[in-house]
């Protein structure tokens, strides 16, 4: 047994591409609704007929900074409240529906938040219609004369269309009126729905240009909707059972032969007028999902989807019936959608199914989002990343309409009130990214080889006919029966021939002179018929000889249209040219005014960023005057301080030598006493005589400066050291801060520093009552005794309001004992011990060493230092 060989699959034919290099981006307008209630705040302005600005509402931070920001978004077209629905149509849908009528495709969507007015725009309200009624009104406002029987275009639930002659569309309509149940009125003489009677205006009408006669057309309109993600078809009509109803059957979704998407099994139904469109758009619109949530009363809750499909076929050679022919039918479409509105939850106040369906809602959106923007990144990048479609059911039944298959345009419906900025900003972001994508421009229907003209020709020809025959008396219509009737009457009528009686000679010659008589008159007519066929022969020749010479005439105008035709292809390629270059220019002047924006932006931010330096600068300069003008001061105040200060320790220093050389003097001169009583032994001491000192002749020529240190007196008692007054005495009010851990240390001399306040730990509200600061601070000294140091400093205020301590002086205070035990050595042996006279070495066992006072100066200390004695 042979086994048969497997057959392989065949390769799927790729997509058509359209032959068309040429793209338009989508069109995005936007319009915006009034608002509810005159009190309201409104976050939106329109700026021009293309711009519109958003205002952040009160309490709410656009940014990190907490700055208020304003935001400007363009649109092709911006509507203001003001705007009507007529104006909307004019800019929006009506070019759609002519590039219909010419067999191009067309998407028109609605797209904004819950609650902007979106089924408004796209259905309207009696005597307000909206995209839909128009373009039905528009579409047999200009095909009406044109359009074809019932039942002659006919679907082949493939997406395709089929044509039959008008015998079979005549039996095709009687088996489907024997099949309904009760006859249907005309579908012109419906009585309307009132909710939708009166939607357009006859003085709004509109009517497209350009449309072919020789073609004759049908429409069919279907009408889905996408509920949580799956597709229903709202015409299907079911059986109610009231008892037990059978839920509507979802759709599936299929490609066919041209690798269009389209939804299979899904109702499409002929109309012939605008009014019967409308009624069953209205019929179906009664059967989609609405609900009642916080933010709308009737809040679709899917995407609804109605399609006008436009068949259109040419007419014969002779211009009377449609072609018999399937690949010359086109058929084009028109989509029309309103999507479901985004929304949160938490506003709207969505509870069990309601919370479902908005789940879908916006994952749709956000699946139509994510193609929107990587279309943009594949055409902006030059990547070829793969478009999500299938993701969900919207973007896979429109993904032709972005490949290639027709114009894109959407309205964005905004609503101005301050609740919706935020989801009303994310909607102008996504409308902003979709006008950067583009669509290729479909191409154009081939034309018919057929003579243009031929349904005007063939009336022409009817209407003459029509008048020739009534001219001649003959019957205006062709229906031969009638003909022959006509002809019968005209003729004498027959006499009676009943036969009563054999021998009856009356009635036989009177028949026969009757058909003798009606033979004549039929010779009559075919001779009068036979002239007037002569007749009809010679003026066919005559048209024969006409229609040669109008051949020749043609055949010449052809060759001219041959050269025409060759000057349009160049005219044409050019015009290509042309436009590409413009588009061309066109990105590049998009993109400058976009560079344009974003330094007009930087500038303001730049701009407004130097005029808050040039206050920050004209402060900081202002301070640095005052700071110097204080400075200055201080400069002057300190360097004055100094000058004397600088005076009187140069005072005090001289004072100091002066001393300090009398001393010596007077220790040289009782040295000298003593030498000379030791070399006179025998000699008896003069009895002590009180002698006043007198101090050298340069110090009576010094001027009478207060000292820094006691003058010593010439007595036989050691020189004792005075204390000296501090400096922190003064007028000047103190902060004396002395810790809790220092040691009383019992000595004579204490720093005393009056109207001072004094604290264990410093205080700001003790600072700033004060203008001087004093520490007292002790610690061990290199030879084990205790220290005590006075830092001193100034109190200055900061530029916070607080206080600083500017330390500019130390001063030390040393404690040292001044009583030492030593030997004492008489002068001489007879002086008595309690004599007046002290001997010298007690006398110069202590010293005073005076420095420039404490008084005077920082850095300076006094003490009494023991003197060493000579071995």
Known sequence: MIRQAKGKTPRRPPPKKPSSNQKDPVGVYCRVRPLGAEDEECC????????????????????????????????????????????????????????????????????????????????????????????????????????????????????????????????????????????????????????????????????????????????????????????????????????????????????????????????????????????????????????????NRESSRSHSVFIIKLAQAPLDADGDTILQDKNQVSVSQLCLVDLAGSERTGRTGAEGTRIREAGNINQSLLNLRTCIEILRENQMCGTNRMVPYRDSKVTHLFKNYFDGEGKVKMVVCVNPKADDYEETLLVMRFAEMTQEVEVARPVDRPICGFTPGRRHRNQAFKEELSRKLEERGGPINRDVSSVINHLVQSLPPLPSSELTDPHDDITLPRLIEALQNRYRIRQMMIEEYNRAANMMKSMLQELDGNLASKGDYIHEQNGKLAEKDKIIQNNKAEIERLEKKNKMQEHKIDILQKTTKIYEDDKR???????????????????????????????????????????????????????????????????????????????????????????????????????????????????????????????????????????????????????????????????????????????????????????????????????????????????????????????????????????????????????????????????????????
């Not at 099994?265 to 012939?272: D, L």
Request: hydrophobic fraction near 30%.
């Open 44 to 295: 939106i302005e329109v700026i021009s007929s293309s711009t519109i600005q958003l205002h952040a509402p009160d309490g709410f931070k656009t940014n990190r900074n907490g700055e208020y920001k304003e935001t400007q978004y363009s649109f092709k077209k911006v509507f203001g409240v003001s705007v009507s629905q007529m104006e909307l149509f004019e800019y929006v849908a009506k070019p759609l529906v002519d590039d219909l009528i010419h067999g191009k495709n067309g998407l028109l969507f609605t797209y904004g938040v819950t609650g902007s007015g979106k089924t408004f725009t796209m259905t309207g309200s009696p005597g307000l219609g909206g995209l839909l009624p128009r373009s039905l009104d528009m579409i047999f406002n200009s095909i009406g004369p044109y359009q074809a029987k019932r039942y002659v275009f006919k679907t082949d639930d493939k997406n395709g269309m089929d044509v039959q002659s008008e015998v079979d569309a005549l039996l095709e309509r009687q088996r489907r009126d024997n099949n309904l149940s009760a006859p249907k009125s005309s579908s012109s003489r419906q009585k309307l729905d009132p909710e939708i009677a009166d939607m357009i205006k006859p003085e709004e009408a509109s009517k497209a240009d350009g449309v072919d006669e020789d073609s004759s057309y049908g429409v069919f309109v279907s009408y889905i909707e996408i509920y949580n993600n799956y597709i229903y078809d709202l015409l299907e009509e079911t059986q109610e059972d009231v008892i037990k109803p059978k839920p509507p059957q979802s759709k599936i979704l299929r490609e066919d032969q041209n690798h269009n998407m389209y939804v299979a099994g899904c109702m499409e139904v002929e109309v012939k007028s605008p009014e019967e469109a409308f009624q069953v758009f209205w019929r179906g619109q009664k059967k989609r999902k609405v609900a009642n949530t916080r933010l």
């Open 605 to 871: 931010s730049l701009r407004h960023e130097l005029d808050t330096r040039d206050q920050r600068l004209m402060r900081e300069q202002s301070d640095k005057r005052r700071m110097e003008q204080r400075m200055h001061g201080v400069v002057t105040d300190t360097q004055h301080k100094w000058e004397k200060e600088c005076e009187r320790r140069v005072n005090a220093m001289q004072l100091e030598m002066q001393n300090k050389l009398w001393v010596k003097d007077e220790k040289l001169k009782q040295l000298k006493a003593i030498v000379t009583e030791s070399k006179t032994p025998g000699r008896p001491e003069p009895p002590p005589q009180q002698t006043q000192p007198k101090r050298p002749s340069r110090e009576e020529r010094l001027p009478a400066k207060r000292s820094a240190s006691p003058s010593p007196i010439p007595t036989t008692t050691p020189v004792r050291p005075l204390h000296r007054r501090s400096r922190s005495a003064g007028g000047e009010k103190w902060v004396d801060h002395k810790p809790s851990s220092n040691l009383d240390l019992g000595t004579v001399l204490q720093p005393v520093i009056p109207n001072a306040i004094q604290v264990s730990a410093p205080s700001e509200k003790a600072l700033s009552k004060c203008d001087r600061y004093v520490l007292t601070h002790q610690e061990v000294a290199s030879d084990g005794e205790i220290q005590t140091k006075l830092i001193k400093g100034e109190v200055i205020k900061t530029r916070g309001g607080g206080q600083a301590v500017q330390f500019t002086d130390i001063e030390t205070l040393k404690q040292e004992l001044t009583t030492v035990p030593s030997r004492k050595r008489r002068s001489s042996e007879g002086t008595p011990a309690n004599g007046d006279r002290t001997d010298v070495e007690n006398r110069c066992s202590v010293a005073l060493e005076m420095r420039a006072g404490s008084n005077m100066g920082p850095g300076y200390e006094h003490h009494g230092i023991t003197k060493r004695r000579k071995p």
